[in-house]
Nanobody, 121 residues
Framework: QVLLEESGGGWVQPGNSLRLSCSLSGGAFGDYHAAWFRQAPGKEREPVAKISSRGGFLYYADTVKGRFTISRDNAKNTVSLQMNSLNADDTAVYYC??????????????WGQGTQVLVSS
């Protein structure tokens, strides 16, 4: 059972940037695909960005393409999400997740506790 811990959330004004980080322990990070999901108040959890175990494949939700960048450092067991040009619709609890299997159909069944991102003026 791998453990995931997010950091970097907080309050930011619209148009500004924020960087989330997630560290994994209890497993070989390079064996897992990693992803960021988010859940806004009253909405279902949705995938934001995904990165394959070696970093060769990426996925972004349409709503964040061109603004968010996911990256990973397998040597440091970390995955990050750089979020630029934030707007109020990005307000949510952001979760780091890890999963295995084919990237396109990977099941992300290891989750962090989540970190709150609030975009407001």
């Amino acid at each position: 059972q791998v453990l995931l811990e997010e950091s970097g959330g907080g309050w930011v004004q619209p148009g500004n940037s924020l960087r989330l980080s997630c560290s994994l322990s209890g497993g070989a990070f390079g064996d897992y695909h990693a992803a960021w999901f988010r859940q806004a108040p009253g909405k279902e959890r949705e995938p934001v960005a995904k990165i394959s175990s070696r970093g060769g494949f990426l996925y972004y939700a349409d709503t964040v393409k061109g603004r968010f960048t996911i990256s990973r450092d397998n040597a440091k067991n970390t995955v990050s999400l750089q979020m630029n040009s934030l707007n109020a619709d990005d307000t949510a609890v952001y979760y780091c997740a890890a999963g295995r299997g084919p990237f396109a159909t990977a099941e992300f069944n290891s989750w962090g506790q989540g970190t709150q991102v609030l975009v407001s003026s």
